[in-house]
């Protein structure tokens, strides 16, 4: 009897590592509504180049941001006078504004050209604002240029280059001036969405908030978002959220899918994907034609006779017998693989045969093409 309630807890405590092995976080499966950054773009110049800025005379957006730049500091250029300098280039500025970003901290960003420069590398950007989606200046950028890449280009044409030597990133390049608004405090709960939508990973993850905290503490409003309560003061509630996103959870089993790109002709197969019954077969013909000119010349002491190359064309057929091999019904994931592997079939023709086992209606699983 002891051996058997030992055995008894073995098992007991090998499913609770079994299903542990498997939890994961809240603050891995979803995100607070509200807590999100922000994209901020900007305009800009970069100074400081080896003679390789832009063509002044192919962009003359450059040559306008000059001059409207040096008459803010009184330096007042003619009309008629556009300065050509090579060690100017206008770059566009992208990064993002974290959530609960304050005014005064530093964040990164990247600069990359918009004419003809041919390399941002010893450039300096003078400072530029960078704006939200609502037109308003959350941060303004400055600083020397890191770039990864370079290019040398020689007088007959020759170039060789590196990575891109066009764009660069300034760390800690750009300080921020306004805190983007946020909706964090402002309710009596807040609202957990899922990244992948998923009723199951849903239901399971309010039961554990009530598990934890109190039936009644969260309910899933649909297959993405999940309300729960929480205290309307701020300290309390940084708390509070801290205690739910630590939480674990065993998250929903994806459907049955397969993935293909077409580009690459990389396949990824679910694990859930089964073939109802179906006979496939695939083969592929093959058409090779070579050309192998021959020289024709005229018999020795012909009058009037000249040398010709005449055209032959060898043409070569070969069809594979491949052979037909059998789905049973419900196979698994394993023995599509296996019966797919067996007949040799290249990423290409497993592409095929996966449309056509989707056309025939055979296939169980959604078949994505991207």
Known sequence: MALKNTLKLILVMLLVSSSAAYAERIKDLASVAGVRSNHLVGYGLVVGLDGTGDQTTQTPFTIQSIKSMLVQFGVTIPPNVNPQLKNVAAVSLHTNLPAFA????????????LGNAKSLRGGSLLMSPLKGADNKIYAVAQGNLVVGGFGVSGSDGSKVSLNIPSSGRIPGGAMVERAAPTQFGDEDSLVLNLFGPDFTTAHRLADAINEKIGMGT??????????????????????????????????????????????????????????????????????????????SQPSPLSAGGSTVVVPTSEIEVVEENSKMFLFDPGISLGEIVRAVNTVGAAPGDLIAILEALKEAGALRAELVVI
């Open 102 to 113: 304050k005014p005064g901290q530093k964040i990164d960003v990247t600069v990359a050209s």
């Open 218 to 295: 969260a309910k899933p409003i649909d297959g993405s978002s999940i309300r729960v309560h929480a205290p309307r003061d701020t300290g309390q509630r940084v708390a509070y959220v801290s205690l739910i996103e630590n939480l674990t959870l065993e998250p929903g089993e994806s459907s049955a899918r397969i993935v293909v790109n077409s580009r690459t002709g990389t396949v990824v197969i679910g694990q859930y994907v089964r073939v109802t019954s179906a006979a496939v077969t695939h083969g592929s013909l093959t058409v090779t034609i070579t050309e192998k000119p021959t020289v």
